[in-house]
């Protein structure tokens, strides 16, 4: 055996035994992970923010035992709990899926809400003036709110593609734009001029979303359940989608491939602001039956939570959307038996999200124990 190899030999044996407090630690980047780990690491990080959360309540003052009773039986088991969970998930769905079409597209947009509010403003517009029959005004208000949506949409893409000015600006800016417009408007010409409140007049029987099943929440969630299978079509089996892939895994490499990257990432945000002005439409005409000043407070927050924790996945971000509706009605109860505030609830969407964030570290890294001497 040559001198080199006797030397190898010996510093191998020499790593075998070297004590624990001899040796550090390295991270490295994985080469890849399969999709079960990445989901037990996701739930795990999950169940860290769910017991964190429930630390949190218990310092609170809402007691251990009571916990699963308030987010589980009251919420599922009761039949009211659980409409009002299914009609709160449907425009959250909504939002969800607008913001996971977008951000697949690498376009990050915080300005759901303004399109949620334009949308809404499109479905009154059209009551207000009395456009169309009354067989088609519903499915019109819906349709014009879509378009509003895509309106709103349309100027931050376009600052984008051709100013290239920053689309999380540009967005968020315009939300304050679409809020203060739906104030000047129900405060001024739109205010009910029955009781002078600062809403519009009520919609008619023909312009609120119908009672199926007696309950107007399984139309809505009805319609939020089609536009979820027709995204995990268009992300996942449309020649859209395959380039969407593209141009979310490299830009540039798609344009290089010939992919039509500015048409994609056009298409994809028109899409998302369709989606959220029909949210917008879903909460006017279902839940309001008017159109109201603080209808959108709070979607686009949990639109971008929804895509975050759903990996931009259509058919997670509806199953992520009904678990935050379920946070949303119990945390209401809990407002109203234990006296918690509400922000208690945004803390536990925040505490979700740093965990969710930080189980994509351990996706992407590993931590690999070596002996000083070595490399690495």
């Known amino acids: 055996m040559t001198d080199a190899a006797l030397g190898a030999t010996a510093a191998e044996a020499r790593a075998k035994h070297v004590p624990l407090f001899a040796r550090r630690y390295t991270l490295e980047l994985r080469q890849q992970m399969g999709l079960p780990r990445q989901a037990l690491i996701l739930a795990l990080a999950v169940v860290v923010g769910l017991a964190i959360s429930a630390a949190i309540l218990v310092a609170a003052g809402v007691p251990p035992d009571e916990l699963l009773n308030e987010f589980i039986m009251q919420t599922l088991v009761d039949q009211q709990s659980l409409l009002a969970v299914l009609f709160q998930a449907a425009p959250m769905i909504l939002v969800g899926i607008g913001a996971a079409i977008a951000f697949r597209a690498r376009f990050w947009n915080l300005g759901l809400e303004g399109q949620m509010i334009f949308g809404a403003i499109g479905a009154t517009a059209v009551s207000m003036f009395d456009i169309g029959p009354p067989a088609l005004r519903l499915p019109l208000m819906g349709a014009v709110a879509m378009a509003m949506g895509m309106l709103w949409a349309l100027a931050p893409a376009l600052l984008k593609l051709r100013l290239a000015v920053n689309e999380i600006i540009a967005s968020l800016m315009l939300n304050y734009v679409a809020g203060n417009f739906l104030l000047h408007l129900v405060y001024g010409a739109w205010k009910d001029p029955k009781d002078s409140f600062p809403y519009s007049p009520q919609f008619r029987a023909f312009e609120r979303l119908p009672e199926w099943f007696g309950n107007v929440s399984t139309a809505a969630i009805g319609l939020a359940v089609l536009a979820a299978l027709l995204a995990t079509w268009f992300t996942g089996l449309s020649r859209a989608g395959l380039y969407l892939r593209f141009v979310d895994a490299n830009p540039r490499v798609a344009r290089a491939l010939g992919v039509p990257v500015a048409r994609m990432v056009l298409t994809a945000v028109l899409l998302s602001g369709a989606l959220a002005g029909l949210a917008g439409f879903v909460v006017a005409t279902g839940q309001e039956g008017r159109l109201t000043q603080a209808f959108y407070v709070g979607y686009g927050f949990s639109g971008i939570l929804i895509a975050f924790l759903a990996r931009n996945n259509p058919l997670a971000a509806s199953v992520v959307a009904v678990l935050i509706a379920m946070l949303f009605v119990a945390g209401r109860n809990l407002q109203v038996f234990y006296q918690i505030p509400f922000a208690m609830v945004q803390l536990i969407q ?27």
Request: net charge positive; charged share 20%; aromatic share 8%.
């Open 350 to 376: 925040a505490i979700l999200v740093i965990c969710v964030a930080s189980s994509d570290f351990f996706i992407r890294h590993r931590v690999r124990r070596v002996a000083r001497g070595q490399g690495g």
